[in-house]
């Protein structure tokens, strides 16, 4: 079956656009995750979704970055005025619940160059 | 939170058995361990998951001794595209922030 899919693979934008992530996670899964990842670097925690809501919203770095999720699935990371510092892979990932230790599915993420 | 600490990185040879643990000293009751793997330009894949004891796939091996402060992830034979960097997660659910990635260990594996 389809796996969670990102788009745009790869985004290059000028310092202060406006950017917008997408992800389309496996179909039935409630969970949802973003995670920020930049070169070399672990995976740094942003937001969860569980169904359309957002419990936890204290990872993310500040104010520019916002998050959304409708239908229980596409899901938009926004990131306001974007900085240099914002350069990095998002990666999305889903699962079946957040109830229970279920495997987390990842995309291959979209690569955000800030120049 | 339960803090995991695995080593920055590791070589092998093709053919190779290879052993990558990670400690958990403070894992709590509940909590499971979980390992991924990723390749370059690519999210981490779901590799195994263990609570105790020893559990088997058909990629790997998670051996959890009885105190459950460490555990090992053993790939056999190990080819030249198990190169990538693994990552050991001690939680007991899904919750956002209770699902954290550590550095991971980047295994190299050399011809």
């Known amino acids: 079956g389809a796996g969670v899919s990102q788009s745009p693979s790869n985004k290059v934008t000028e310092k202060g656009k406006d950017v917008e992530l997408r992800c389309d996670p496996i179909?039935?899964?409630?969970?949802l995750y973003w995670y920020r990842q930049r070169l070399g670097q672990g995976l740094e925690f942003l937001i969860y979704?569980?169904?359309?809501?957002?419990?936890?919203k204290s990872g993310l770095p500040s104010d520019r970055f916002s998050a959304e999720r409708t239908g229980e699935s596409v899901s938009t990371l926004t990131i306001q005025r974007t900085q240099q510092e914002d350069s990095a892979v998002y990666l999305c990932?889903?699962?079946?619940?957040?109830?229970?230790?279920?495997?987390?599915?990842f995309g291959n993420g979209t690569r955000l160059t800030v120049t | 939170l339960a803090k995991t600490t695995q080593p920055i990185s590791m070589d092998s040879y093709e053919g190779q058995e290879v052993n990558i643990t990670c400690s958990h000293n403070n894992i709590a009751t509940n909590d499971y361990i979980t390992w991924y793997q990723q390749f370059p330009s690519q999210g981490p894949r779901f590799i195994i998951q263990?609570?105790?004891t020893k559990v088997t796939n058909e990629v790997a091996s998670l051996f959890i001794p009885a105190d459950r402060k460490s555990s090992t992830l053993s790939l056999p034979r190990v080819s030249l595209s198990d190169t990538a960097v693994y990552y050991c997660?001690?939680?007991?659910?899904?919750?956002?922030?209770?699902?954290?990635f550590g550095p991971g260990t980047r295994l190299s594996v050399l011809p």
């Open positions: 263990g609570y105790k």
């Open positions: 179909s039935g899964h409630t969970a």
């Open positions: 990932a889903s699962s079946l619940t957040v109830r229970s230790v279920s495997p987390l599915h």
């Open positions: 997660l001690v939680a007991y659910d899904n919750y956002g922030q209770n699902f954290v």
């Open positions: 979704f569980q169904g359309n809501s957002a419990p936890d």
